[in-house]
């Protein structure tokens, strides 16, 4: 079974754009999480999705968003594009909510210049 | 209440060592501990995972100990390998349906030939 995939895997953009990046989870899988990780912060949970509905979201600005699909896939987008957003955003799907168990996809390297 | 506090924050062990990884948590809420495995460039894999109901499980030469009343736990790594070389995480949720996983800062290990 393949695992959780992420696109693109690198990316750069400038200060004030936004960026959009994609996740595909585990065929059978309709839970999809995303986390941050950044030396200072390390990793840290942005939102989760289930059934096209957010579930949970953390501590992060609004500029944050996501969205997920009828088949599962999701997207998350960062709009007005800061230094500090410069990260590893990883996705994670899991079978669905109630199931612990999180399988994290290889991630997208965002550099913000 | 929802820190989950990792040590040490690096590690240096000789082949065949048993390098030791702990975690504590404050909230009481919590009641699934999983650790990831991390190399460079790639996301978190899932290593091993414990509920609070008991207090050891093994899987291969990975072995995590837990105590509910210090609401601590720990990895254990028999017979490590250069190739385990890598970052670990520990990393706490609770139930009810929330994949919300709270990780600690990180342990870089590193297992000398």
């Known amino acids: 079974k393949a695992g959780v995939t992420q696109t693109p895997r690198y990316l750069i953009k400038t200060r004030g754009q936004q960026v959009t990046l994609s996740c595909s989870p585990i065929?059978?899988?309709?839970?999809v999480s995303w986390y941050q990780q950044t030396p200072g912060q390390g990793l840290q949970f942005l939102f989760e999705?289930?059934?096209?509905?957010?579930?949970n979201k953390g501590n992060f600005p609004g500029r944050f968003s996501g969205r997920q699909f009828s088949n599962s896939r999701s997207e998350m987008n960062v709009s007005t594009l800061e230094l500090g957003d410069s990260a590893l955003y990883l996705c994670?799907?899991?079978?669905?909510?109630?199931?612990?168990?999180?399988?994290f996809g290889p991630g997208t390297r965002l550099t913000v210049t | 209440q929802q820190q989950v506090k990792q040590s040490p924050q690096s590690l240096i062990v000789q082949k065949g060592g048993i390098p030791i990884i702990n975690c504590a948590y404050e909230n009481t809420a919590f009641d699934y501990f999983p650790w990831y495995q991390q190399f460079p460039g790639k996301g978190p894999a899932l290593l091993i995972a414990i509920r609070p109901d008991v207090s050891e499980k093994k899987e291969g030469r990975f072995t995590i100990s837990f105590n509910k009343s210090a609401k601590q736990f720990s990895l254990h790594i028999m017979d490590s390998q250069p190739g385990d070389s890598a970052t670990y995480f520990c990393a706490a949720s609770r139930g009810g349906g929330y994949n919300k996983l709270i990780f600690g800062a990180g342990t870089r290990l590193a297992v000398h030939p």
């Open positions: 994670a799907s899991s079978q669905q909510p109630s199931s612990y168990e999180q399988y």
């Open positions: 065929s059978g899988h309709r839970s």
């Open positions: 999705y289930f059934s096209e509905t957010q579930r």
